[in-house]
């Protein structure tokens, strides 16, 4: 009896331990597995970048031991395998970029990505960290100037560069017309009506905003469908990436129908936008009750058609000056203020209202430090942010003492309207971030980035400004360029390529703003971009040094010949000698101008030759920028469609926006785009048109009558966007 119980017992703990084995085996296996899902959209970036060997990453999450909401990662290479440890699936993204990049493997930019991955990983050690707890990027315009005819392949290409970048507050604005629509039916507007408040797809940026209505539209039904599916992948991979996307709010823009509708409610028609010829646009008052009511509503339909979301965009007055009356100005400022918040919050509980600090800058004369504080006072410390992103143009957080508390964000246009002048200043954002970090008035800044209106342009500009909150601006900028010239070209560049780089440095990357691109009021990147006048014989030169610009041309043209042709050196070289020649032109346009003036007519003619020559040139070594194409782009635009009427309005839109744009004030131009197709098919046509006119005004003794010409290419420059 005693050795049969034996027996049972002994069985029973071999069972037992068999079942404990099975369990931890299970729990290891499951927790493997739950490591594996919580990295997996890491993984899956890193996958599309380097292939199968994605298989030699190890990824792991871990929870930061310090009450510190910053971003941090950990990198060692050993047996043949990258061990990445950091705080979230994006700061993995970033160092598993910062490490390929570092070794001179890969480099990811919107001209094209350069993979060469070594047979094995060499010795390799990191650690890093970042003080800000975001890092922000995409201006609402870009969803204009850039991104209007994007389909999913080309979004997740954006996404897997924002993670690689370290990008964790992205603005998100696709697909919320379908929203809108859904919210204005429940107020009873009919098709039609709704059909004349929608502006054209690459106009909606403006609408969101308060600035235009019905601009170039109407706004095809398939728009809403394809958007909306568009914007569910795009939010689902952002949100699995950890990163936090801002997505829109009510701000009190109701369409005029509502208005109509509505005669009881408090409602403005504001002032035209911008210098005039836009359609009004209609403000709800804060203190409606339509207001708050709107505003929930909009949020609860958003939040069932997209998730839920932690950050809402709500501007109600970007370039628009409030509708407040003088003597109770703050107070109904602050109305303002608190009106958004509490819609925001009381529709999504503990959301963060984010606004574009973009106003504060643009119109100083209204927004005294006792407009903005007023405006800000009523809303929680914690629960508003200000993404004060112009600091190439204006120092608006210092000025408005770092927003009294609240929290923001620092940073850089850089680009407007995806206009693409080769410039950026590399040093001023290293010094600027360096003096930041020192600064002890600075306030609760809890963000940094770039807010570029249009992309694909300037990539060593990003590149840069994304590495800064890592590396905090300590690392010196040559140091800083040569692993980047080594990542971009795959190899460590030669002196004569690094002193080019170091021209380049010192001619168009040291430049923070390109001012001249607003010259006497009008828009353009160069002179030859503007639409033509004679005033030109004042302009007093465009930033930059190009006689040091000559001289890196020249080194590069020698060296690109050493690198074959698909090696980034290819783009960098056309992208130099676009600028170069924009450059040229534009001073010789103003000889050729007063040449006819003088009635010198040879002089006048040989300088006409010689641009013609030069702007054709131009447009022809642009071919090496798919990119930077208007076939391009119009046939991006046109393959949106589904229908030839739908194709046709889009193209329309496309090539409306980046020329005459809208309205009767400056704005044309304002998206002036350096691209194949533009130079010898828009901007040499109006300038030979003007030239030409100028000409046989000097040689028959007339009065030559501006005015006139330029209504003439205005006529032309209309038929040119409705020809497809």
């Given at each position: 009896m005693k050795s049969e119980n034996f027996k049972i017992e002994k069985n029973d703990s071999l069972k037992m331990a068999v079942m404990a084995f099975i369990l931890l085996f299970l729990g290891s296996f499951k927790a493997h597995c739950q490591g594996d899902e919580k990295t997996k959209s890491a993984f899956g970036v890193i996958e599309r970048l380097v292939g199968n060997r994605v298989s030699e990453f190890e990824l792991s999450i871990a929870e930061n031991q310090t009450n510190n909401k910053s971003d941090w990662f950990e990198i060692e290479t050993a047996n043949n395998k990258v061990k990445i440890k950091a705080s979230n699936n994006t700061?993995?993204?970033?160092?598993?970029?910062?490490?390929?990049?570092?070794?001179?493997?890969?480099?990811?930019?919107?001209?094209?990505?350069?993979?060469?991955?070594?047979?094995?990983?060499?010795?390799?050690?990191?650690?890093?960290?970042?003080?800000?707890?975001?890092?922000?990027y995409l201006n609402a315009c870009t969803f204009g100037y850039t991104t209007p005819w994007w389909d999913w392949k080309r979004w997740e290409q954006e996404i897997d560069w924002m993670a690689l970048h370290g990008i964790n507050l992205p603005t998100a604005m696709e697909g919320q017309e379908a929203v809108w629509q859904e919210l204005w039916k429940e107020y009873g507007l009919t098709n039609s009506q709704l059909e004349s408040h929608f502006a054209g797809p690459a106009y909606l940026p403006w609408q969101r905003m308060g600035n235009i209505n019905s601009l170039e539209g109407p706004l095809p039904q398939e728009w809403f469908v394809k958007k909306e599916a568009l914007q569910k992948k795009i939010l689902e991979r952002m949100r699995a990436l950890d990163m936090h996307p801002v997505v829109p709010a009510f701000s009190g823009y109701v369409p005029k129908a509502f208005a109509e509708k509505h005669p009881e409610a408090k409602i403005t028609e504001l002032k035209s936008w911008s210098g005039g010829g836009f359609a009004s646009t209609f403000l709800l008052d804060s203190k409606d009750p339509l207001f708050k009511k709107i505003g929930k509503r909009f949020i609860e339909i958003y939040t069932k058609m997209y998730g839920k979301s932690n950050f809402y965009l709500a501007d109600s007055f970007n370039e628009i000056e409030p509708p407040v009356s003088e003597h109770n100005k703050y107070e109904e400022l602050s109305n303002y203020g608190s009106a958004v918040y509490e819609t925001i919050n009381e529709a999504a509980p503990g959301a963060t209202w984010v606004m574009q600090g973009w106003l504060f800058g643009d119109n100083k004369e209204f927004w005294t430090k006792e407009a903005t504080s007023a405006f800000l006072s009523k809303v929680p410390n914690d629960k508003v942010m200000v993404q004060d992103y112009a600091n190439d143009r204006y120092k608006v957080w210092d000025?408005?003492?770092?927003?009294?508390?609240?929290?923001?964000?620092?940073?850089?246009?850089?680009?407007?309207?995806?206009?693409?002048?080769?410039?950026?200043?590399?040093?001023?954002?290293?010094?600027?971030?360096?003096?930041?970090?020192?600064?002890?008035?600075?306030?609760?800044?809890?963000?940094?980035?770039?807010?570029?209106?249009?992309?694909?342009?300037?990539?060593?500009?990003?590149?840069?400004?994304?590495?800064?909150?890592?590396?905090?601006?300590?690392?010196?900028?040559?140091?800083?360029?040569?692993?980047?010239?080594?990542?971009?070209?795959?190899?460590?560049?030669?002196?004569?390529?690094?002193?080019?780089?170091?021209?380049?440095?010192?001619?168009?990357?040291?430049?923070?703003?390109?001012?001249?691109r607003w010259w006497n009021d009008w828009a353009g990147a160069y002179l030859l971009f503007k639409r033509p006048t004679v005033t030109i014989t004042a302009f007093k030169g465009n930033p930059g040094d190009k006689t040091k610009l000559k001289e890196a041309l020249e080194i590069l043209s020698k060296e690109a010949k050493k690198y074959n042709?698909?090696?980034?050196?290819?783009?960098?070289?056309?992208?130099?000698?676009?600028?170069?020649?924009?450059?040229?032109?534009?001073?010789?346009?103003?000889?050729?101008?007063?040449?006819?003036?003088?009635?010198?007519?040879?002089?006048?003619?040989?300088?006409?030759?010689?641009?013609?020559?030069q702007v054709l040139e131009t447009d022809k070594i642009m071919s090496g920028q798919p990119l930077n194409n208007l076939d391009q782009w119009v046939?991006?635009?046109?393959?949106?469609?589904?229908?030839?009427?739908?194709?046709?309005?889009?193209?329309?839109?496309?090539?409306?926006?980046?020329?005459?744009?809208?309205?009767?004030?400056?704005?044309?131009?304002?998206?002036?785009?350096?691209?194949?197709?533009?130079?010898k098919?828009?901007?040499?046509?109006?300038?030979?048109?003007?030239?030409?006119?100028?000409?046989?005004?000097?040689?028959?003794?007339t009065q030559f009558d501006e005015m006139k010409e330029r209504e003439s290419i205005k006529n032309w420059e209309i038929k040119w966007t409705e020809n497809n």
């Open positions: 700061a993995l993204c970033y160092a598993a970029y910062n490490f390929l990049r570092d070794i001179g493997a890969v480099l990811v930019s919107w001209e094209g990505n350069r993979v060469n991955l070594p047979k094995t990983w060499p010795k390799y050690a990191k650690k890093g960290d970042t003080p800000f707890e975001y890092r922000e000025n408005q003492e770092a927003f009294y508390g609240k929290q923001w964000t620092y940073g850089y246009v850089h680009n407007y309207g995806g206009s693409n002048p080769v410039y950026g200043d590399l040093n001023f954002y290293k010094d600027e971030l360096t003096s930041l970090l020192k600064n002890s008035h600075k306030g609760n800044v809890v963000g940094y980035g770039a807010m570029p209106e249009g992309l694909n342009n300037n990539s060593i500009v990003y590149e840069y400004i994304y590495d800064l909150p890592w590396t905090k601006g300590e690392q010196p900028v040559n140091d800083w360029l040569t692993k980047y010239l080594n990542a971009r070209y795959g190899q460590a560049p030669s002196k004569p390529v690094f002193q080019a780089w170091e021209l380049l440095l010192e001619s168009v990357y040291n430049v923070k703003y390109w001012e001249t042709k698909q090696n980034l050196i290819q783009y960098d070289l056309i992208d130099v000698s676009r600028h170069y020649n924009s450059l040229a032109i534009d001073e010789e346009l103003i000889e050729c101008v007063k040449a006819y003036q003088q009635k010198d007519i040879a002089k006048g003619d040989q300088l006409f030759k010689q641009i013609e020559k046939k991006s635009a046109s393959d949106y469609g589904s229908t030839p009427s739908v194709s046709k309005l889009y193209a329309k839109n496309a090539k409306t926006l980046i020329t005459l744009w809208g309205g009767e004030g400056h704005l044309n131009d304002y998206a002036s785009r350096s691209w194949q197709g533009m130079y098919g828009f901007y040499w046509p109006r300038w030979k048109m003007f030239l030409e006119a100028l000409k046989n005004a000097a040689v028959n003794n």
